[in-house]
């Protein structure tokens, strides 16, 4: 185990909507410097127990713990929602998320789209934060398309702005939930190969992919859920290389 200090813990977490029970007592920890990947089926809970991360959704039970400090609950079951909204903006700017869909603002440029939240939402001072936003266009390389609008970017160069867009935040950890399947494999590798970098750099991530080749590659720990309950976890070696569940195993002759 790491004795790096915790970013995200979840314990026990419970989540329905309505009658279905979607995550099922999951645990989840990154640590400061790790990565983690959720794999597992379509429909097994993995955006879920994401967007329950970062307080997008609320939980019917279980905690959640963002830099070891416990998320404040108020009412329980059904009516259970996080209760302090000081410590959600808190929570959620500091876990930025990269979605599937890219997300970017098509009313935006390039550069106004990675500007955006650390002027509006974080009051920093614009030139600061222009400077900042242009170096994170150049490292996911697509410094020449800060006053592109994202409709002239390809699906790659979208997802890596959305990337910058995410790291100009300085958040405490990213959240990804697949970001590369909207892609085709070409421009997936451009994506991957940023992933790869900001793994080697030591940041805090847990990413949700169906690229078994990326979990294997850039993973401190794996989670395999089915149905709402974690399967089996472990080191990627141990996952990949000697799975133990007969579900794991089908998953992964299925994805290979
Ligand atoms: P995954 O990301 O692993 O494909 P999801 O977390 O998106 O899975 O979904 C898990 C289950 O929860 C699915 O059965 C899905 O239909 C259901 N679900 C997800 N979001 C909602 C919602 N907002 N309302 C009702 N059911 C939902
Ligand atoms: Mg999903």
Sequence with gaps: MSNRPPVIEIRALHKAYGPLDV??????????????????????GKSTLLRCANLLEDSQAGEILFCQEPVTWRGSGHARRPADAAQITRIRTNLSMVFQSFNLWSHLTILQNVMEAPVQVLKRDPAEVEAKARDYLAKVGIA????????????????????????????????????????????EQEVVKVIKALAEEGRTMVIVTHDMKLAADVSDHVIFLHQGKIEEEGPPADLFGSPKSERLRGFLAATA
């Design 23 to 44: 995550l099922r007592g999951v645990d989840l920890t990154a640590c400061q410097g790790e990565v983690v990947s959720l794999i597992g089926s379509s429909g097994s």
């Design 144 to 187: 020449d398309k800060a006053d592109a609008w994202p409709a002239q970017l390809s699906g790659g160069q979208q997802q890596r702005a959305a990337i910058a867009r995410a790291l100009a935040m300085e958040p405490k950890a990213l959240l990804f939930d697949e970001p590369t399947s909207a892609l085709d494999p070409e421009l």
